[in-house]
């Protein structure tokens, strides 16, 4: 998934699903199904969706659900809520599941309110200072990779690419071969 923070374009709220499924793909490489989100959503994140809606949300055709829709679905792909909400401010999964998953950095964000411009870059360049020292890398992505081998392609029938590739397909299925 191209990263399009600071771009100046939003990903779409399909798109954030898709990057979330993608980064729940299980050993095979398979993502969980609409129907698997739908039952997740009955574990008590909001109120339960059906298989349909959740459809619905993952294909695009349904781009401005409810909060409580978002809730559920954020829910049940163990993610912050507010990655599903419209907007490039959004957008950076990473922050915001250090944000909902740390309590010292929002008291460091709500530490950083008033403070000058040079005085946050001092922040950050200490920061990128102590990743170094621990040996993590200074560049962290918005949207967290996959686990290694999930891009991978997985064994069975090939996928067609085409509609001639699966016309073909039926023809040689209806002649036997």
Avoid: C
Wanted: charged share 25%; hydrophobic share 35%; proline share 8%.
């Amino acid at each position: 998934m191209a990263d399009t923070h600071g771009t100046g374009r939003a990903l779409t709220l399909r798109a954030k699903l898709l990057a979330l499924l993608r980064l729940l793909r299980d050993d095979d490489g398979f993502t969980p199904s609409a129907r698997d989100i739908s039952k997740a959503t009955r574990n008590g994140h909001g109120p339960p969706l059906s298989h349909s809606q959740v459809n619905s949300l993952l294909n695009g055709s349904s781009d401005n659900p409810r909060e409580a829709t978002l809730g559920s679905v954020a829910g049940a792909l163990d993610a912050p809520a507010a990655f599903l909400l419209q907007g490039e401010e959004w957008d950076d999964l990473t922050a915001l599941t250090v944000f909902a998953s740390s309590p010292e950095a929002r008291e460091v964000l709500r530490l950083m309110q008033g403070l000058e411009v040079q005085d946050i870059l001092e922040i950050s360049s200490r920061l990128r200072e102590i990743r170094r020292h621990r040996g993590l890398s200074e560049d962290v992505p918005t949207i967290p990779p996959p686990p290694p081998g999930v891009d991978q392609p997985r064994e069975g029938r090939p996928r067609r690419r085409s509609l001639h590739e699966a016309a073909e397909r039926a023809a040689d299925y209806l002649e036997g071969h």
